[in-house]
C-alpha cells in the first residue's frame, strides 16, 4: 500500500500537477458485549460482534498564488457482524462517512457490498481557497468547526463529533461556499452557506454570520443564523483565570412555539506531576431540545428532538449531562485518556479509557474501553423499544492503528 501511494506522489509531480501530497492509513477494530435482549444482537444472532475497518486518506494541495486547491480522497473497507445491521448498539466509535445523502453532492462511490463487508471510495474535501491576508473564500467540500464544546458541542451546526466519538483526526467536510474577513483589531467575520440533500433549497440550507471579537483578554463570538429554515442566534464566550480556561455557548433556536435554549460551559487545566504532564477538564451541558424522562416508546420521543438526532446534530435524548476527564502522560511515547460522561437526571454513565503509544514520529497505536452504567429505561443503560428488545447498554473494546506519510 506504501508502495502504490509513494507510485502516486511520483506520477503527480512528474506530471506538474502536484505541490503537497500526504496520505493517511487507519486500521480499527472494536468488540462488543451486548446484553440478551439487545436489538442489534437479535439483528445478527451475534452476542459478540467483533468488527474491523481499513481507511486510506490521500491529501493532495496544488497551489497557484493566492489561490489553493484542496483534495482529500478516502478509500474505506468495512467488514464484520455489524456492517449491513441497521440498529443502534450504543454510543459512537468512528464517525467515519461512508454517504453523503445529507450533503448537495453524492461523492461517495460503493465498489463493493456484502453482507458482512462494504468498500467504498469518497472525496471528503474537494475546495478551493483563496487567501489573502485579510480576506478568505472558500467554494466547495469543507470541514467547519464553530462553538467551544470539549465533548458536546451546540453552537456546532455542521457534522459535529458525538461525544464518545474516538477517531477525530479529520471532520466530515460540507458543501459550502464561506467568506471570511480579518480586521486590523484581530477579530474576525466568518459568512457561511450550507447546502444538503442535493439541492439548493431554504427547508434544508445554512446561511450563517460569526463574529469573533477580542475583549481584553478574552474572545467573544456572536452567531446569527438560518439553519434548516429556523432561525438560530448564539453567544459564546473563552476567557482566561488564571492558569485554566473557561468557555461557555448559548445558543437559542427559535421554533414553532417559541425559543429553545442550549448551552455548554467548561475549564480546562494543565499542570505537571513529577515531570508528567497532565490534562484535566469538566463541562456541563443543557440540552434544550432534551426530555425529562424517557418515553415507554422512543417513537414518542418530541419531534424537534427526533430532526436534530437524524441530521447527526445531537447525540442524546434527554437534558442535563456532566462529563469530566483527564490525559495523562506516563512516559514520552504513552499517554492514557479518561472521561466520564454521566445524565444528571437518571444517574446513568458512560466510561471511556485509552491508551495511546506513539510507535515513531508518524504512526500511533490506540487501545481502549467504553463501558455503559445505567439500568433499564435509563438513557446510557438499556432503553425499551417497544417490542421486548433494548439498545444500548453493554460495552465495548476498540484498537486503532494510524500512520501518517
Given at each position: ?49 467483533l468488527d474491523h475497518g481499513a481507511d486510506l486518506r490521500l491529501l493532495w494541495r496544488r497551489n497557484f498564488d493566492d489561490l489553493t486547491v484542496v483534495v482529500d480522497h478516502a478509500s474505506t ?164 483565570i488564571g492558569g485554566a480556561l473557561i468557555r461557555s455557548d448559548l445558543i437559542a433556536v427559535d421554533e414553532v412555539d417559541g425559543w429553545t435554549l442550549s448551552a455548554v460551559v467548561n475549564v480546562d487545566y494543565s499542570f505537571r506531576i513529577a515531570q508528567n504532564s497532565v490534562y484535566v477538564f469538566a ?123
Amino acid at each position: 500500500m506504501r508502495f502504490a501511494v509513494r507510485a502516486l506522489f511520483t506520477l503527480m509531480t512528474a506530471s506538474g500537477l502536484a505541490a503537497e501530497f500526504d496520505a493517511r492509513v487507519k486500521w480499527h477494530s472494536t468488540a462488543q458485549w451486548l446484553p440478551a435482549t439487545d436489538a442489534q444482537r437479535d439483528a445478527t444472532g451475534e452476542s459478540r460482534p467483533l468488527d474491523h475497518g481499513a481507511d486510506l486518506r490521500l491529501l493532495w494541495r496544488r497551489n497557484f498564488d493566492d489561490l489553493t486547491v484542496v483534495v482529500d480522497h478516502a478509500s474505506t473497507y468495512l467488514v464484520g457482524d455489524t456492517v449491513e445491521s441497521a440498529a443502534d448498539s450504543g454510543p459512537t466509535y468512528d464517525q467515519t462517512p461512508t454517504e453523503d445523502e445529507r450533503r448537495l453532492l453524492d461523492l461517495t462511490w460503493e465498489v463493493d457490498e456484502g453482507n458482512r463487508h462494504r468498500l467504498l471510495h469518497r472525496f471528503d474535501r474537494l475546495a478551493l481557497k483563496y487567501r489573502t491576508p485579510r480576506w478568505a473564500v472558500t467554494v466547495g467540500r469543507d470541514a467547519v468547526s464553530w462553538g467551544s464544546g470539549l465533548v458536546f458541542h451546540p453552537m456546532d451546526l455542521f457534522n459535529p463529533f458525538a461525544p464518545t466519538t474516538v477517531d477525530q483526526d479529520y471532520k466530515a467536510g460540507a458543501d459550502l461556499i464561506r467568506i471570511e474577513r480579518l480586521f486590523d483589531d484581530g477579530s474576525d467575520l466568518e459568512v457561511l452557506a450550507v447546502a444538503r440533500h442535493g439541492e439548493v433549497a431554504a427547508g434544508t440550507a445554512s446561511v450563517a454570520f460569526k463574529y469573533r471579537a477580542l475583549v481584553g483578554g478574552s474572545e467573544l463570538d456572536v452567531l446569527a443564523a438560518r439553519h434548516y429554515g429556523g432561525g438560530v442566534v448564539g453567544l459564546g464566550l473563552r476567557a482566561p483565570i488564571g492558569g485554566a480556561l473557561i468557555r461557555s455557548d448559548l445558543i437559542a433556536v427559535d421554533e414553532v412555539d417559541g425559543w429553545t435554549l442550549s448551552a455548554v460551559v467548561n475549564v480546562d487545566y494543565s499542570f505537571r506531576i513529577a515531570q508528567n504532564s497532565v490534562y484535566v477538564f469538566a463541562e456541563f451541558f443543557r440540552n434544550g431540545f432534551g426530555v425529562g424522562r424517557l418515553p415507554d416508546d422512543l417513537d414518542h420521543l418530541p419531534e424537534a428532538l427526533t430532526e436534530r438526532l437524524g441530521r447527526g446534530e445531537t447525540f442524546t435524548l434527554m437534558r442535563d449531562y456532566l462529563a469530566v476527564g483527564a490525559q495523562f502522560r506516563w512516559h514520552a511515547l504513552v499517554s492514557q485518556s479518561l472521561s466520564l460522561i454521566a445524565n444528571v437526571r437518571d444517574a446513568s454513565k458512560v466510561l471511556q479509557t485509552s491508551i495511546g503509544y506513539d510507535l515513531s514520529d508518524a504512526a500511533r497505536l490506540q487501545v481502549g474501553f467504553i463501558k455503559t452504567l445505567g439500568g433499564h429505561g435509563d438513557e446510557f443503560g438499556r432503553i425499551g423499544t417497544g417490542d421486548g428488545l433494548t439498545i444500548g447498554g453493554g460495552s465495548r473494546g476498540f484498537l486503532r492503528v494510524v500512520y501518517f506519510f
